[in-house]
């Protein structure tokens, strides 16, 4: 009876670290990108990679846009308006990651411009991709209809939107303190609707 007992523990033990191993591994095929100008949504993607793992890389363009609020509005509308894509400074080997997390603010009730330039320099076919949002308070406009046509040859689950700061109101960071609490169960429940988190 001690020998049943003693190589149920064995195999138990070999079993639970074969299984850490695996969800290790696992963690190292996720990417999560985000975009973030007032820090809410870089906050958001911090609070995923503690559920999930993965690589963080926060995107950056090759010619930063300017500080001033109403200067980076008319840029971005102009982009918009003409499908301007802004090069990239990050360049990211997709080949490495199997499960793409991307995260962005609205910007004028739409993907924002820098965006679209990394699902138009990537090749995300096959790929599952999550996307996730803060906001002023009007929600993700476009922005996950934009990321369904854009990765029509990827698997795209349900996104997750948050309301963050308003730069034009002179709020920043907002996703702090008793909001990011918040935030966090939100993003657990989330995880756990799209079958990510169990």
């Given amino acids: 009876m001690n020998k049943l007992l003693l190589?149920?523990?064995?195999?138990?033990?070999?079993?639970h670290l074969e299984t850490g191993k695996g969800q290790q591994r696992k963690s190292d095929n996720i990417l999560i990108v985000y975009l973030s100008r007032t820090n809410n949504t870089k906050a958001v993607a911090q609070m995923i990679q503690e559920e999930v793992g993965g690589h963080l890389v926060g995107l950056e363009l090759e010619n930063p846009y300017?500080?001033?609020?109403?200067a980076i509005v008319k840029q971005v509308a102009?982009?918009?308006?003409?499908?301007?894509?802004?090069?990239?400074?990050t360049k990211v080997n997709m080949d490495n990651y199997d499960t793409l997390f991307l995260g962005f603010p609205t910007w004028g009730?739409?993907?924002?411009?820098?965006?679209?330039?990394f699902l138009h320099e990537n090749?995300?076919?096959?790929?599952?991709?999550?996307?996730?949002?803060t906001h002023a308070g009007y929600g993700e406009g476009s922005s996950f209809e934009t990321i369904k046509k854009l990765c029509n040859e990827s698997k795209v689950l349900e996104?997750?939107?948050?309301?963050?700061?308003?730069e034009r109101d002179g709020i920043l960071l907002a996703i702090k303190d008793d909001r990011a609490t918040d935030a966090k169960s939100l993003i657990e429940?989330?995880?756990?609707k799209i079958g990510i988190l169990q």
């Fill in 123 to 133: 090749d995300l076919s096959g790929k599952t991709i999550i996307p996730f949002n």
């Fill in 78 to 89: 102009k982009e918009n308006e003409s499908g301007f894509l802004p090069p990239l400074k």
């Fill in 159 to 166: 996104g997750f939107s948050i309301k963050g700061g308003a």
């Fill in 109 to 117: 009730m739409q993907l924002p411009p820098p965006m679209k330039s």
């Fill in 189 to 192: 429940k989330w995880l756990k």
């Fill in 7 to 15: 190589l149920l523990i064995i195999v138990s033990s070999f079993f």
């Fill in 66 to 70: 300017p500080k001033d609020y109403d």
